[in-house]
């Protein structure tokens, strides 16, 4: 894809010969691909493969047994990219309103938290805690993140869990807009998630 925007020709993420293991387990081995501008790397995989472990290491936050990842063009790779794992990661009593307040300090971001949330259709929640909404809503404000605080590469693990038909549209929107500004998104799915991928890795022993 030819992607012109705010990330062109910046980043690029690397997997070269990565094997990863869980305990005395092998998931994988030799796992090598490349995603830079505009790309959309779908990972697809059994229940078990070594899919959110692929992305957890892509993040930084598992070791591998082998091979190598590298964040190309950043001078902070940590800071070039968000992971939106399966859970959403949010706190039951804190109200959405709150949760995008928070991430924009923490992530620094500039993007209004009524924008966003008209975005995501979250306008008429941002003052109800989390344990009040439904899973697609809690769903749609853990991706929310995505927008709050822009970076180039998007790790993000089934993020189509628990949204409906309209959830998806919504997901599958904001990840062509990241793609047609230049940013990456690498997605560990079941099945295909929509948008058209530039590669399919398969995840298995």
Request: glycine share 10%; hydrophobic share 45%; aromatic share 4%.
């Given at each position: 894809?030819?992607?012109?925007?705010?990330?062109?020709?910046?980043?690029?993420?690397?997997?070269?010969?990565?094997?990863?293991?869980?305990?005395?387990?092998?998931?994988?081995?030799?796992?090598s691909?490349?995603?830079?501008?505009g790309d959309?790397?779908?990972?697809?995989?059994?229940?078990?493969s070594?899919?959110?472990?692929?992305?957890?290491a892509?993040?930084?936050?598992?070791?591998?047994?082998?091979?190598?990842?590298?964040?190309?063009?950043?001078?902070e790779?940590?800071?070039?990219?968000?992971?939106?794992?399966?859970?959403?990661g949010?706190?039951?009593?804190?109200?959405?309103?709150?949760?995008?307040?928070?991430?924009?300090?923490?992530?620094?971001?500039?993007?209004?938290?009524?924008?966003?949330?008209?975005?995501?259709?979250?306008?008429?929640?941002?003052?109800?805690?989390?344990?009040?909404?439904?899973?697609?809503?809690?769903r749609?404000l853990?991706?929310?993140?995505?927008?709050?605080?822009?970076?180039?590469?998007?790790l993000?693990?089934e993020?189509?869990?628990?949204?409906?038909?309209?959830?998806?549209?919504?997901?599958?929107?904001?990840?062509?807009?990241?793609?047609?500004?230049?940013?990456?998104?690498?997605?560990?799915?079941?099945?295909?998630?929509?948008?058209?991928?530039s590669?399919?890795?398969?995840?298995?022993?």
């Amino acid at each position: 894809m030819n992607a012109r925007g705010p990330f062109q020709d910046k980043q690029s993420i690397r997997v070269e010969a990565l094997s990863l293991s869980r305990g005395q387990r092998i998931l994988f081995e030799n796992l090598s691909f490349a995603a830079a501008s505009g790309d959309y790397v779908e990972v697809l995989g059994s229940n078990g493969s070594g899919k959110t472990s692929l992305l957890r290491a892509m993040a930084g936050l598992l070791r591998p047994s082998g091979g190598e990842i590298a964040i190309e063009g950043a001078d902070e790779p940590s800071l070039a990219l968000h992971y939106v794992a399966h859970a959403n990661g949010l706190k039951r009593e804190t109200s959405v309103r709150e949760h995008l307040h928070y991430w924009a300090g923490l992530f620094g971001g500039s993007p209004s938290e009524d924008f966003v949330a008209q975005m995501l259709d979250l306008a008429r929640v941002m003052a109800l805690p989390v344990r009040v909404l439904s899973q697609g809503q809690a769903r749609r404000l853990a991706l929310a993140r995505l927008v709050v605080a822009p970076r180039p590469i998007w790790l993000l693990d089934e993020p189509g869990a628990a949204l409906d038909d309209a959830g998806k549209a919504v997901l599958n929107e904001l990840i062509a807009a990241h793609r047609a500004n230049g940013g990456i998104v690498v997605a560990a799915v079941h099945e295909p998630l929509g948008p058209s991928p530039s590669q399919t890795i398969r995840v298995s022993r």
